[in-house]
Antibody
Framework: EVQLLEAGGGLVQPGGSLRLSCAAS????????MNWVRQAPGKGLEWVSS???????HYADSVKGRFTISRDNSKNNLYLQMNSLRAEDTAVYFC????????????????????WGQGTLVTVSS | EIVLTQSPGTLSLSPGERATLSCRAS???????LAWYQQKPGQAPRLLIY???RRATGFPDRFSGSGSGTDFTLTINRLEPEDFAVYYC?????????FGQGTRLEIK
């Protein structure tokens, strides 16, 4: 069964930085696009960013220019570098795998999210 | 950006009853690229339906999805205690991917 394990969350001051990671296993990581989705406390789901197997990236407007998604296919790891953090970035961050039939190009991605990690909590507060 | 509006916000039903959840899009969803997710407290979301009507592995046929264009429905027949959760719809026909605000299905 697919396994996704996030790490790196914690408490950070406004304006600070944090790097999340997601360790993937039990599937061929390099051929699947991956995503970060977040959920503020008591709120709904918000897509944050996607990356294709080859590295094309896409971001929500709310994080563009502050967050950077990346991947290391040799280590089966997904990352999210978060800079200039704000209070409104406080959330549980989930990594999620694109399902079969997904496709990403330089303009956009298409695909549902078939497996999710358990999430890591990021709290931005002074 | 496609805005998804789910209704009702909360649905109170008893085990054995039928639940009907609605998801309406602000514009047509490309190729019925509409998914539903189930989320229980303290857990990650779990894919339930994709392609508007295809059931994901692990869910019984009591769950069904339908719709196209801008109107989609998730139906759960013969509710079981484990079905009470929050359900989100999502369009995935192009980023930014968007989710509905969720429907909470609670035990009456």
């Amino acid at each position: 069964e697919v396994q996704l394990l996030e790490a790196g969350g914690g408490l950070v001051q406004p304006g600070g930085s944090l790097r999340l990671s997601c360790a993937a296993s039990e599937f061929t990581f390099s051929i699947y696009g991956m995503n970060w989705v977040r959920q503020a406390p008591g709120k709904g789901l918000e897509w944050v960013s996607s990356i294709s197997g080859l590295g094309s990236t896409h971001y929500a407007d709310s994080v563009k220019g502050r967050f950077t998604i990346s991947r290391d296919n040799s280590k089966n790891n997904l990352y999210l570098q978060m800079n200039s953090l704000r209070a409104e970035d406080t959330a549980v961050y989930f990594c999620a795998k694109f399902g079969v039939g997904s496709n990403c190009n330089s303009f956009t991605c298409y695909g549902y999210f078939d497996w999710w990690g358990q999430g890591t909590l990021v709290t931005v507060s002074s | 950006e496609i805005v998804l509006t789910q209704s009702p916000g909360t649905l109170s039903l008893s085990p054995g009853e039928r639940a009907t959840l609605s998801c309406r899009a602000s514009q047509s969803v490309t190729s019925s690229y509409l998914a539903w997710y189930q989320q229980k407290p303290g857990q990650a979301p779990r894919l339930l339906i994709y392609g508007a009507s295809r059931r994901a592995t692990g869910f019984p046929d009591r769950f069904s999805g339908s719709g196209s264009g801008t109107d989609f429905t998730l139906t759960i027949n013969r509710l079981e205690p484990e079905d009470f959760a929050v359900y989100y719809c999502q369009q995935y026909g192009g980023s930014p991917f968007t989710f509905g605000q969720g429907t909470r299905l609670e035990i009456k």
